[in-house]
């Protein structure tokens, strides 16, 4: 039991870095939104921007945020 809780620690302090899609400045997005697709941007407001780009509803991800409203 003791190895895999190691395992799961060592896990999860691997760093992984990313590259803004707006400003492409480097960033440590955090791995458990990296794993599930998010972590794409460095901040809220680079977010907003890409949505605002993106009008045309060509990517999925875009279009299930604004069907939400956000």
Known sequence: ???LFNKAKLK????????CL???KEFKPDIRNKNRGWGLFCSKSCSSI???KKKDKSDIRDYKINQLGI
């Open 1 to 3: 039991m003791k190895n």
């Open 50 to 52: 890409w949505r605002e």
């Open 12 to 19: 999860e302090k691997r760093e992984v870095f990313s590259n």
């Open 22 to 24: 707006v400003c492409k």
